[in-house]
């Protein structure tokens, strides 16, 4: 590897076909080579989040999976009730189109698109904010892009959190600015997580980590979806 700054080591990441989980870990490398100061307040909401067992009260697999209500990105509302019954459903708790590790996995989950439309699966990325296109992803009908304004999804599920006064420093100092994004001055984010919902409504399987670096591998989606009912 030459990367000569972290958007080097970014774009070489987008492009490469390795498995999510080993290009997550290359970026986190990046970012203690390239951003140190990232890395030390990355380290520290970790550890914030998993001394407060964050997320642990998600819902578990063999439980139903909480409804939702939400916008997608051309603001048409979407219903999980819609799909019960009909097809199973990939849902993946995102942070925004500024986090560099969403990004990675919403490219992991689209260069999946075919192997999710064999198991007519649909994906649905949630996040708070309110101009997912943001991403700039390639996306069809197999994966939709949903705010959930205020988190409100989030914490029906138990993955809402505080990023707290350092981490908000740090990003405004940056021009990360969520107020703006979010449409919120709170500076909650979700934890991301992913959950597998056969077509019975109960989750199959799911990844739920306070460490955001950590996303549940595509291998790990698909064998879960070829086992859902």
């Keep these: ?5 972290l958007e080097d080591a970014f774009r070489r990441i987008c492009s490469s076909d390795e498995p999510l989980t080993e290009r997550l870990k290359e970026f986190s490398s990046a970012v203690c080579q390239f951003a140190p100061e990232f ?13 407060a067992d964050a997320g642990s009260g998600a819902p578990r697999p063999g439980e139903p999976m909480p409804p939702f209500v939400l916008p997608n990105e051309n603001n048409r509302v979407t219903q999980l009730a819609e799909f019960i019954g009909k097809r199973p459903v990939v849902i993946s708790f ?19 698109l075919h192997e999710f439309a064999q198991r007519d ?4 990325s949630i996040m708070p904010e309110f101009q997912p296109r943001r991403l700039g992803l390639e996306l069809n009908d197999t994966i939709q892009l949903l705010c ?5 999804y989030a914490l029906d599920v138990g993955l809402a959190i505080w990023l707290g006064d350092e981490f908000r420093d740090l990003y405004l100092k940056h021009g990360i600015e969520l107020q703006q994004y979010n449409r919120s001055e709170s500076w909650f984010l979700p934890i991301p997580a992913t959950f597998v919902v056969g077509r ?4 199959a399987d799911r ?8 996303r549940m591998d595509i291998d790990a ?8 009912s």
């Design 1 to 5: 590897m030459n990367d000569n700054s």
């Design 39 to 51: 890395a030390a307040v990355y380290d520290d909401l970790v550890a914030r989040l998993k001394s």
């Design 94 to 112: 995102n942070r925004g189109h500024w986090c560099e590790y969403c990004q990675i996995e919403l490219l992991a989950l689209q260069s999946a």
């Design 121 to 124: 699966a649909l994906v649905f």
């Design 148 to 152: 959930d304004a205020d988190n409100g």
């Design 200 to 203: 019975d409504g109960l989750i």
């Design 207 to 214: 990844f739920v980590d306070p460490d955001f670096r950590h």
């Design 221 to 228: 989606i698909l064998s879960a979806l070829d086992k859902a």
